[in-house]
Every structure is written in structure tokens, then in C-alpha cells.
């Protein structure tokens, strides 16, 4: 099975308090964690699309990292934009507790599915157009996902190919935008994203548009339990 969670806001060594975004947010990873162990198996996969940890340095976040080791499954990490302790991604990846893995501008095959991705950003539009340090990241962002969805495609061979985004790759009135038709033309089945909260979730596309269904996962979008996506042969992580 294939899982998503996003936005665990874990503290990073700072005991930062989530509950000041609302009650909800009261003790949210030990609930996370009852609702993820009654849920995920160890054979199973769960996605995280970003803004894991509020470390600001990678040796901070360690311990968050252990805590998302411990619980069930193999798990598969992109960047979101509060995840300001993800510096080089060889760095990282040496780092990271077994069974976990980070995507950045390349795809990861793992059974029947090739997982890529990449953090996206603000998308702009007539009313609400970017300013030139935002549309310069939104540019760059979306050669990263170019990038990354051609690693995908290259490797697939007929499997399935699943994106990680941490922003919403679609507004809620579903109007193309530069993520999507990249996404669509590289075949992705799925779309994983999170980064909306409280009443923002609403501003995100969910559903299926042109062949791609997008899933809106941010912890409390989906009551802090990981959503199901689909299923998939088990094989372990190699490293």
C-alpha cells in the first residue's frame, strides 16, 4: 500500500508549539503517530511531501528523523519551503535512517512505481501575478520537476510514475498552469502535495484532471492520518 502524509511541522529540537495554528494542532504528531500505526504496515510506502522538520540545520533535525524512522513503512521525503535544514542531498541521504529516502532532481523506482518530484512554488495568476524573486523561483521550480519527471520517464519501462510536490501543482478551479502540463505529459497516474492549511486546503485542485489525480495530504487536510493512494509490489529500499 502507498500512503501520504505531509506537513509533520516537527519541532527540530526547538519544541516549537503547533497548537498556536489552532486546537487541532494540539499534540498533532502523537496523534499522527496512533492514526500512522494503526494504519501502515512495514511493507508499505508513505509519501511526505515537505516541511518535515522547523530544524534549521540538518544535524537538528536528526531526531525528527528517528521519530519518522521508528513508525511503519519506508518513506519517501521531498522539500518543502520551511525544510531550511535540507542542504546537499548526498549530505542528507548519508544522514537519513534506514528505510528513508530523498528525492531531488531525480525519480526513485521502488516495485512497480518510479516516485519523482519536486518542491514547486506560488502559482501565479492574472489577478495575482508574481513578483520577480517569486517568478524567478517559480521558473526554476519548474525545471526542477522538468528535470526530474525525465529521470522518471527514462527509467519506467511501463510503470507507474508518481510526483511529490509540497505546493499545489492546481488551483481549485483546475486552470492549467506550468507544473500541470508537465505532470500530464509525462503520463504521473498521481500527484501527491501538501503546504495548504486551515482554510487555505480549499485553495488546492483535488480529483482528476486530464488523467492525473491529485491528492491534497497536508496532515491537517487529511485529520492527521496518512490518506491511502494505491497499491504497489513490495521491494526494499536499496542504498
Given amino acids: ?67 519518522i524512522a521508528s513508525l511503519p513503512g519506508q518513506k519517501i521525503l521531498i522539500r518543502g519551503n520551511h525544510d531550511y535544514w535540507w542542504g546537499g542531498i548526498g549530505k542528507l541521504r548519508r544522514a537519513l535512517p534506514h528505510g528513508m529516502y530523498a528525492l531531488q532532481n531525480d525519480s526513485f523506482m521502488l516495485g512497480d512505481v518510479v516516485y519523482c518530484g519536486s518542491r514547486g512554488w506560488m502559482i501565479p495568476t492574472e489577478s495575482v501575478p508574481l513578483d520577480q524573486q517569486d517568478h524567478k523561483i517559480f521558473v526554476r521550480e519548474t525545471e526542477r520537476l522538468r528535470i526530474s519527471l525525465a529521470h522518471a520517464v527514462s527509467g519506467a519501462k511501463g510503470r507507474r510514475i508518481i510526483a511529490l510536490m509540497h505546493f499545489p501543482p492546481l488551483l481549485a478551479d483546475g486552470a492549467e498552469t506550468a507544473f500541470s502540463t508537465l505532470l500530464e505529459r509525462a503520463g504521473v497516474t498521481d500527484v501527491v502535495y501538501g503546504h495548504l492549511h486551515g482554510a487555505g486546503i480549499r485553495n488546492g485542485f483535488t480529483g482528476v484532471r486530464q488523467g492525473v489525480r491529485y491528492h491534497l495530504v497536508s496532515c491537517d487536510a487529511i485529520q492527521f492520518s496518512p490518506a491511502f493512494i494505491c497499491e504497489s509490489d513490495r521491494q526494499e529500499i536499496n542504498y
Fill in 1 to 67: 500500500m502507498i500512503f501520504a502524509i505531509g506537513d509533520l511541522h516537527l519541532p527540530g529540537m526547538d519544541d516549537k508549539p503547533m497548537n498556536v495554528f489552532g486546537e487541532q494542532w494540539e499534540r498533532h504528531f502523537d496523534v499522527i503517530q496512533a492514526n500512522w500505526r494503526s494504519r501502515v504496515r512495514e511493507e508499505d510506502i508513505v509519501l511526505i511531501p515537505g516541511d518535515i522538520s522547523w530544524a534549521m540545520q540538518l544535524e537538528e533535525a536528526m531526531g525528527d528523523f528517528e521519530s
